[in-house]
């Protein structure tokens, strides 16, 4: 049987709670490893059966914690979401709960110390992709909620929990996905936990999310692949082709180069200059997170502070190309090469408007005559809120109950495409995103683990929150 942390300071009067929470900890964690078991991978060419397979392994533990209404809400060509709810509190507030199912593809798999898909434990970290990024936000929500029904079999607010199955690929179907569901999610408070921490033991609250957009970019220059000795010298090749203009997408600093790109992006206010500023960042913190090797530089404007590189200004970064490897080159020329870039967006960029530059800059930079063509897949735009209120206060004294100290307030470099069209559709209703990750989890890459004392107080804080917002808001 587990042990509340001792940093956590429980309320006197949730001390029933939180105890309930510690007795079942050892089933919450062992039902996060039967969902890193399955290989819930959204991206085309996996085998979209594991991500029903996740899904229905979700729903299972949401009926096993007497959640009701449990079920697989569909839409035509997306991955299943997972809905449940709880709502016998009357008329206090409705908490919408979110996390997501699907996970990122392995990467390299002889670069894992231990199997992606089979969770293993090691020196307090569990091991496993999903672990953290975002299964345990699922598990997170089971852990507070099932503390509350098992103490005293009610939750002082609504509760409704929705689990979606696409957020690694850009949330493709989101929109169609809202317009069919908006009246059965309609909450007053979203939870979104699928965030990072700013340290271990030391939670964050999050109010700045990045934009993202996909770009793919094919290059052709023959009819089929030609020996090299044979025609190299006056007829060109796909790939050299390619990577010219994709050499030409950032400056020298590792900036973005396209004409245009900058134009909307929002200056920052002094507030969130000064947020920025109360983080401390260190260089070589960051590069010890990041795992830079010894000599690597810092890219991006230098005269801006690391943080604001990461949060708030935009990047492209070429994250594939599709082209012969090298054990199975052979010499010749290339006739087609393909690459995938990944736009990040800063406060106030048109995400469509960046696309479409991105897209007229790679078809003028291609050279010598070769076929361009450019397409686009899923793109959000940035989302920043101010941290007040209390919703935000209702999560400060939630998160310091169950760390033992206040959240640090973070941006995030990543995105997360379900906040801004979810608070829009409930009337600017607060969304609280709040941390699972820490910055050694290594979300994406290779051996993702979860640390196991702050799983447990990420859930610790939730069922705090519950009561928070009941009193708050209520």
Known sequence: ???????????????????????????????????????????EGHDPATLRASAERTAEI?????????????????HPYVYADHLHAGEAPTVLMYAHHDVQP??????????????????????????ADDKAGIMAHVGAIAAWLDARGELPV?????????EE?????????????????????????????????????????????EVYVTVK?????????????????????????????????????????????RELSDRERQLLEDLHMEPERLRAEAGMLDGV?????PELPLLERNWMRPTITVIGIDCPSVTNASNQLIAEARAKLNLRLAPGQDPARVQNLVAEHLEANVPWGLHTEVTFGPANAAWVTEPTGPAF??????????????PALLGCGGSIPFVEPFSDAFGGAPCLLVGIEDPHTNAHGEDESLHLGDFMKSALSEAFLFAEIADRLG
């Open 297 to 301: 530089e810092f890219v991006g404007n």
């Open 169 to 213: 690929i850009g949330s493709p179907h989101l929109h169609d996905f809202l317009d069919g569901h908006v009246e059965l999610l309609r909450a007053d408070v979203i939870v979104l936990t699928d965030l990072t921490n700013w340290q271990v033991g030391w939670p964050g609250l999050t109010y700045a999310l990045r934009g993202m957009g």
């Open 393 to 406: 206060d209702a999560a400060s004294a939630a998160m310091e109950a169950a760390y033992g100290r206040p």
């Open 158 to 166: 609504n509760v409704k929990v929705i689990i979606e199955g696409e």
């Open 106 to 131: 392995v990467g390299t798999p002889d670069r894992w110390n231990s199997e992606p898909f089979e969770p293993t434990e090691r020196d307090g970290r569990l091991y496993g992709r999903g672990a």
């Open 221 to 265: 220059a023959l009819e089929q692949p030609v020996h090299n000795g044979m025609y190299g010298g006056p007829v060109p090749d796909a790939l050299t082709g390619l990577l010219k203009a994709l050499a030409s997408l950032n400056d020298e600093t590792g900036q973005p180069a396209v004409a245009g790109i900058y134009d909307d992006v």
């Open 1 to 43: 049987m587990a042990t509340l942390p001792a940093e956590t300071k429980a309320p006197d009067q949730l001390a029933d709670v939180a105890q309930a929470l510690a007795d079942r900890f050892e089933t919450t964690r062992a039902e996060l490893e039967s969902l890193v078991r399955i290989p819930s991978i959204s991206f």
């Open 62 to 78: 949401f009926r096993g914690i007497g959640l009701e209404n449990v079920q697989l809400l569909e839409v035509e060509g997306a």
